[in-house]
C-alpha cells in the first residue's frame, strides 16, 4: 500500500477515529471475557461452523460480484428511460429485512413458487431450494445489488475523457476492457467481494432456513448456542474474536490486492454513451439488464404486493416505529460518514487505518451487544440509551460499507488532483471544501444513502438496550410476526421499504447532484 | 408568580412520583408487545397496586435468563415473568430468586409445587397443519409419510428445544432413530418461530411446529377455521410458562402481591387471547368461545425440572448428529 505521502496531522483524525472503532468492538469483546473470567477453547463442532461460515461468505462474495461485473457494464453502457429508478430499485434487496427478502424469493423459488408451479406443469418435480446452493442463491439475491453499485460507481468514476480517447483510438469492447475496465475493476472489485463477504459473515439467519437445517451451522449460531444453551460467555467471545481476526486478515489481503492508479483527471465532461457497439453488444447488455431486474424484481413485487394487502392492517404503532427508525438512521448515518471520510484520508498514509475501522464488520452482533451491555449496565439503566446505542452501533457496522466506497473515490481524488492541490497550498479545510468535497460527492451521496438504508433496515445488537415504548420499525415488524400478524407485518415491512429506498434515494440523488458540472 | 406555581407544581408532581413504588418485571419481548397481554395486565394490576408497574423486555425465555445472569444480584427487576419448565432448574442454580408464598387451584394437567416458580400459562407443543390436511397421528408415522415439516432450532428458539423434549420424552433411547425418520421430512430449521410459521402459511411446508392454541388464533381474531393441529397418540409435550421473584428485589411485599395477582381472574382472562396459550387459573367466566374446538392430547408429556438440564444436552447431542449427515 504504498501511498501518496499525506502530512501525519492530515492523518492524525482519522487515524484516531479508527482507532476508537477498534477500541469499541475490542472493549466489548474484552468485556464479555472479563465477566466470563476468560476465554472458552472452541470444541469441533465450532471449527466445522467457522469453516462452513468463511466458505458460504466467500463463495457468496464470488457469486455476487461475478455476475455484478457484466451487470454493472451493461447499465454503464446503456441508456434507457427509467435507467435511474431501475438502479434504485435494484438496490432495494439489500436494505429488507432478511427474513422479508427471503419470504419474496421464495413467492418464486419456493416449493409453492412460481417456478415450481411452472414445472409441475411441465409434470416435473418441484423444485428444492433449501441447500447450500438456496443459501448462495439468497445471499446472491441480497447482495447482487450492492456489488453491482459499487462496481457501477467505479465504470461512473472512469473520466468521460478516457472513453472519447478511446473511441478515437477505435478502439472496440475489448480494448476498452483490457485498457479502461480492467485497472478500474482492480480498484473497486475487492471492495464489493469485501462488502459482500462481510454481509454474509453475520447472515445466520438466511443460512440457517434456506441451509435445510443444522448442517449450515454458522459461527454466530454456535455463539448463540455458546450463549443460551450453555451460557458459556468465555467460548462466544473466543469465537467473535477468531472471527474478527479472520475478517481483519482478509480486509487486509483484500486492500494488498487492490490497484490504486486512479484514473487520470478528467474535465468532468457529460458522459457520452459511448460506441454503442454492436447490435450483439446491445442485445447481450438488454438480456442482461432484463434478466437482472427480473431476477430481483419480481420477488420484490411479491413482498410489495402483499404489503398492499397489509397495510390496512397497520397498527398506528408502526409509524411511531417508521419515526424512530428514521432518526437513527440519519444519525448513524452522518456518524459512519464523516467517520469514513476521515479513516480514508488517513489510510492515504497509513493503510493499517482501514483494517481497523472495518472490525464492525466482522464482529458477531449478540458478543458486541452483550459487551455493550455489560460496560453500560453497572452505570445506567440501557434502556435509556437505546436511541444512542443503536445509532453508534449501527454507525460503527456501516463504517466498512461506506468506507468501501469513500476510499477508493478518495484515493482517486488525490493521486489525480493531489499533486496540483499541493503545489497550490491547499490544506485543511480548504482542500477539503475545494477539492474533496466536490469530487468526492457522488461517492458520499452513494454512502450515505447506503449506510441509511441499511440503518434503517438493521435490527442490530439492541435487543438488551430495547426500549420497551419506543421500538424501531424492523422489531416492531417481528413483534407483529410473532403475534400471528403476518398481513400486518407485510404492511409494516413495505413502510420500511419505502422509507429506506427513498433514504437512499434522496443522498444518492444529492451524490449525482454535480453530474452535470 | 406563575413560574412559582408552576415550579411547586412541578415538586409536587415529582414528590408523588417518588411515592409511587414502582415494580420491575422482566419479561420476553412478545409479552409487552401491543399485542400481547402486557399492556392490559399493566393497566389491571396498576388499577389495584398503587404503583407503576414497568415491563422491560429481553428476547425470549432463554435471553431473559441470560440477560439476569447478566446483571446478577445487582439486577433491577423485582420479579421475572416468561422462564419454562427447561429453564427453570437452571434458574434456581444462579440462586438469584427467592422462594414464593402462592397457592392456588391450577388447571394444569399435572401438579405444581415448584417453591420458586408461578406458573401463569401452558400450551402443548403440536404440528399444525391446514384443516382439510390428513395429519399423521404419531412421529412415526410423519416419518413414514411425505408430508413436508418446518421445525425451529433448539439452538435459538423455544419451541425448537422444546420439539426436542418432546421426542425425548416420548422416545428415550430410540430419539436418534426417530429424528432420522424424520429427516427427509424436515424442509428446513429456522431461527425462531416467526420464520417458521411464515413459511407454512406461504405453503413451504404441510406442517409446523407451534401450539395446539395456534388454530385459535386464526379462528377468534381472524374468522378463519381452515388451520388445526394434528394430534399425537404418543402425547404432546407441555410447556409451563412461570415468574418467579427475584431474591434481591427491593420491593418484596408488592412482587408478593403480583404473583398472587397473576394467578387470579384478572390476569388470567387477559391470557387466552392475547398469549394465545391456555390459562393456569381458567377464570369464572371460562375460556373464550373457540378454544373448545382445539384438540385435547390424551396424553401430557414433561420432563422433571431436576432433569431438564440433562436431557436437553443430550438432546441437542442426538439431533445435530441425526440431521447433520
Not at chain 1, 333 to 361: H, K, N, Q
Not at chain 1, 401 to 410: E, G, K, N, S, T
Not at chain 2, 276 to 282: E, G
Not at chain 2, 293 to 306: G, M, N, R, Y
Amino acid at each position: 500500500m504504498a501511498n501518496r505521502p499525506v502530512a501525519i496531522r492530515r492523518a492524525l483524525p482519522g487515524a484516531l477515529a479508527a482507532a476508537c472503532v477498534a477500541a469499541f468492538v475490542a472493549s466489548a469483546l474484552g468485556a464479555v471475557l472479563w465477566f466470563a473470567g476468560g476465554g472458552g477453547w472452541p470444541d469441533a463442532a465450532d471449527w466445522a461452523a467457522l469453516r462452513f461460515t468463511v466458505m458460504q461468505a466467500g463463495l457468496s462474495a464470488v457469486f455476487s460480484v461475478t455476475l455484478a461485473i457484466p451487470v454493472a457494464r451493461a447499465l454503464a453502457r446503456r441508456s434507457f428511460p427509467l435507467r435511474g429508478a431501475l438502479i434504485v430499485l435494484l438496490g432495494a434487496p439489500f436494505i429488507l429485512p432478511v427474513i422479508v427478502a427471503v419470504m419474496g424469493l421464495l413467492t418464486v423459488f419456493g416449493r409453492s413458487g412460481i417456478v415450481s408451479d411452472f414445472l409441475a406443469l411441465l409434470g416435473l418435480p418441484k423444485l428444492s431450494i433449501y441447500g447450500l446452493h438456496g443459501v448462495l442463491l439468497a445471499h446472491v439475491f441480497l447482495n447482487l445489488p450492492l456489488a453491482t453499485r459499487i462496481l457501477l460507481q467505479g465504470w461512473q468514476d472512469i473520466p468521460a475523457e478516457r472513453f472519447r480517447l478511446a473511441a478515437t483510438l477505435g478502439m472496440g469492447p475489448a480494448q476498452i476492457q483490457r485498457f479502461l475496465e480492467w485497472p478500474m475493476l482492480r480498484a473497486t472489485a475487492p471492495a464489493a467481494l469485501l462488502a459482500v463477504f462481510g454481509m454474509c459473515l453475520n447472515s445466520f439467519a438466511v443460512v440457517l432456513m434456506l441451509g435445510g437445517g443444522p448442517k449450515s451451522t454458522t459461527l454466530e449460531l454456535a455463539i448463540y448456542q455458546a450463549f443460551r444453551f450453555d451460557f458459556d460467555l468465555g467460548r462466544a467471545a473466543t469465537l467473535a474474536a477468531i472471527q474478527a481476526l479472520l475478517v481483519g486478515g482478509v480486509v487486509w489481503i483484500a486492500l494488498r490486492f487492490t490497484r490504486l492508479d486512479g484514473q487520470g483527471a478528467g474535465m468532468d465532461r457529460p458522459r457520452h454513451i459511448w460506441g454503442a457497439g454492436s447490435r450483439w453488444l446491445r442485445l447481450q447488455d438488454t438480456l442482461l439488464i432484463v434478466l437482472a431486474a427480473l431476477f430481483l424484481l419480481v420477488p420484490l413485487g411479491a413482498v410489495v404486493l402483499r404489503g398492499v394487502v397489509g397495510l390496512a392492517d397497520v397498527p398506528p404503532s408502526v409509524w411511531g416505529a417508521f419515526g424512530a427508525s428514521v432518526s437513527v438512521a440519519l444519525v448513524s448515518t452522518v456518524l459512519a460518514v464523516v467517520v469514513s471520510l476521515w479513516v480514508a484520508i488517513a489510510a492515504l498514509r497509513w493503510g493499517w487505518t482501514e483494517v481497523l475501522a472495518t472490525l464492525g464488520l466482522s464482529v458477531s452482533p449478540l458478543v458486541l451487544g452483550t459487551g455493550l451491555f455489560l460496560m453500560v449496565n453497572p452505570w445506567i439503566n440501557p434502556a435509556r440509551l437505546a436511541f444512542a446505542v443503536t445509532a453508534l452501533v449501527n454507525a460503527v457496522m456501516l463504517i466498512p460499507f461506506a468506507l468501501r466506497v469513500i476510499a477508493p473515490a478518495l484515493r482517486a481524488i488525490e493521486a489525480d488532483y493531489g499533486r496540483q492541490a499541493d503545489i497550490l497550498g491547499l490544506t485543511g479545510w480548504a482542500r477539503m471544501r475545494l477539492l474533496i468535497l466536490p469530487r468526492a460527492r457522488r461517492g458520499l451521496g452513494f454512502a450515505a444513502g447506503l449506510a441509511a438504508a441499511m440503518s434503517m433496515g438493521d435490527l442490530g445488537v439492541i435487543a438488551l438496550f430495547a426500549d420497551p415504548h419506543q421500538a424501531t420499525l424492523p422489531l416492531q415488524m417481528y413483534r407483529l410476526m410473532g403475534a400471528y400478524r403476518m398481513e400486518a407485518a407485510a404492511g409494516a415491512a413495505l413502510i420500511l421499504l419505502g422509507g429506506s429506498l427513498a433514504l437512499f434515494w434522496i443522498f444518492d440523488r444529492w451524490g449525482r447532484g454535480d453530474a452535470k458540472a | 408568580m406563575k413560574y412559582l406555581a408552576l415550579a411547586s407544581g412541578l415538586i409536587a408532581a415529582t414528590a408523588a412520583v417518588a411515592d409511587t413504588p414502582v415494580l420491575t418485571i422482566y419479561t420476553y419481548d412478545s409479552f409487552i408487545s401491543d399485542w400481547g397481554p402486557g399492556p392490559a395486565v399493566e393497566k389491571a394490576f396498576e388499577a389495584e397496586c398503587a404503583c407503576d408497574l414497568q415491563f422491560v423486555g429481553a428476547g425470549d425465555g432463554a435471553a431473559l435468563l441470560g440477560r439476569l445472569k447478566l446483571e446478577g444480584a445487582r439486577t433491577q427487576a423485582d420479579i421475572v415473568l416468561g422462564l419454562d419448565t427447561t429453564l427453570t432448574h437452571d434458574a434456581i442454580a444462579t440462586g438469584l430468586f427467592a422462594p414464593h408464598s402462592v397457592s392456588a387451584s391450577y388447571d394444569l394437567p399435572v401438579t405444581w409445587d415448584d417453591a420458586y416458580f408461578v406458573p401463569y400459562d401452558w400450551g402443548y407443543f403440536a404440528f399444525v397443519k391446514n384443516a382439510d390436511q390428513d395429519g399423521p397421528s404419531n412421529f412415526r408415522e410423519l416419518a413414514d409419510s411425505p408430508l413436508k415439516i418446518v421445525i425451529q432450532d433448539p439452538r435459538s428458539s423455544t419451541p425448537g428445544l422444546g420439539l426436542l423434549m418432546w421426542v425425548k420424552a416420548a422416545y428415550g433411547d430410540q430419539a436418534p432413530a426417530i429424528w432420522q425418520g424424520l429427516a427427509d421430512n424436515i424442509v428446513t430449521v429456522t431461527k425462531g418461530w416467526s420464520e417458521a410459521y411464515g413459511l407454512f402459511l406461504e405453503g413451504e411446508a404441510d406442517m409446523v411446529l407451534s401450539y395446539t392454541t395456534s388454530p385459535a388464533y386464526h379462528l377468534i381474531a381472524e374468522q378463519d377455521d381452515s388451520k388445526a393441529a394434528a394430534a399425537f397418540d404418543e402425547g404432546h409435550y407441555m410447556q409451563i410458562e412461570v415468574a418467579g421473584k427475584v431474591a434481591a428485589t427491593d420491593q418484596p411485599e408488592l412482587a408478593d402481591k403480583f404473583l398472587a395477582f397473576m394467578v387470579s381472574d384478572a390476569f388470567q382472562s387477559i391470557i387466552p387471547t392475547t398469549n394465545w396459550m391456555y390459562p393456569a387459573v381458567i377464570p369464572a367466566d371460562g375460556l373464550p368461545k373457540g378454544f373448545e374446538t382445539l384438540i385435547h392430547p390424551a396424553k401430557s408429556l414433561i420432563v422433571p425440572v431436576d432433569m431438564a438440564d440433562a436431557v436437553r444436552a443430550q438432546a441437542l447431542e442426538e439431533w445435530l448428529t441425526a440431521l447433520s449427515q
